[in-house]
């Protein structure tokens, strides 16, 4: 997704690089890190032999800011999947993967009457078939690929399109997005969420402002934001974590959990004899209506 107006827009060829890259890291962690914090049996089938291959015979080369994203994009992984399960438990049985990329889940899916919609691009979408075929990956009955451009229908149009059930609970998950959208589109999104159904949960990840980090933080900080400028695809979405939570308890969401670096590693990343950890600007947040109760 990229910004553009008032409407992310999804470039052509860019959103199966950056899905590619995810993947890939995602798949880095099976490998390189033990104990795993995210344990994902199909990261390493979906890249493809080749890439699996190459990371076998591969060291953790990567350092700063490439082990602080892969610990960051382990980290958001899990705790989205973490609060699905709790809401799955709620009675949830609709999960929407917003900017899916190669996300795994629907394929390793675990609740009986989850129905998964992943939205992304056509184009995105049309190469994640090509990879799932290639590699011998069946498309479960319960995943509805829901292909969408920004320039021409909205989310709702489209989900709806899919078969979801606007009416009835859903939870989202968001990674990896908003620190490329403007602000009011990534607000937009989020306020369409609870807007539809008071139940509806979702998980997202957003960067705070540089200038709100300490020196550590804004080293770590730099390193990740050149390294995704240098790709083409610079940070351009920032929030301040106070007025977010704002944002959302005025749009109607009422529980809301934002996690730092510092509760992120707490979470999951104590006592490990391999330092992988996150740093940087780098939040996850969770946020639910006033009707998806507690487990």
Not at 86 to 96: D, L, M, N
Not at 191 to 198: E, P, Y
Not at 258 to 271: H, Q, S, V
């Amino acid at each position: 997704m990229k910004k553009g107006g008032s409407e992310p827009i999804m470039i052509e060829d860019q959103p199966s690089r950056t899905a590619q890259r995810v993947a890939l890291r995602r798949a880095a962690h099976q490998l390189w890190d033990h104990p795993r914090v995210f344990d994902d049996p199909v990261a390493l089938k979906i890249i493809g032999v080749d890439e699996a291959e190459n990371l076998a015979r591969s060291q953790p080369a990567d350092t700063g800011a490439g082990q602080y994203l892969r610990a960051f994009i382990t980290a958001r992984s899990r705790y989205a999947e973490d609060q699905l399960a709790h809401a799955v438990i709620r009675g949830t049985r609709q999960y929407v993967v917003l900017g899916a990329g190669l996300d795994t889940f629907a394929c390793r899916n675990p609740f009986a009457g989850l129905h998964v919609f992943e939205v992304d691009h056509p184009a995105t979408q049309a190469w994640k078939r090509k990879q799932l075929e290639s590699v011998g990956i069946a498309v479960p009955a319960s995943l509805a690929f829901v292909p969408i451009d920004f320039e021409k229908q909205t989310l709702a149009q489209a989900l709806e399109l899919s078969g979801f059930k606007a009416d009835q609970p859903a939870f989202f998950s968001w990674l990896g997005v908003t620190p490329y959208l403007v602000n009011e589109t990534a607000l937009a999104i989020l306020r369409w969420v609870i807007s539809v159904c008071s139940s509806n949960g979702i998980v997202f990840d957003y960067v705070v402002p540089r200038s709100s980090l300490g020196p550590l933080s804004r080293v770590a900080f730099d390193l990740l934001a050149n390294r995704v400028a240098a790709a083409g695809e610079p940070f351009v979405g920032f929030f301040a974590p106070l007025e977010l939570a704002r944002d959302l308890r005025n749009m109607g969401f009422a529980f809301i959990e934002d996690l730092d670096a510092e509760k992120i590693n707490e979470r999951y990343f104590t006592g490990r004899s391999d330092h992988l950890r996150v740093a940087g600007a780098g939040r996850l947040l969770c946020a639910r209506g006033p009707q998806a109760k507690t487990p």
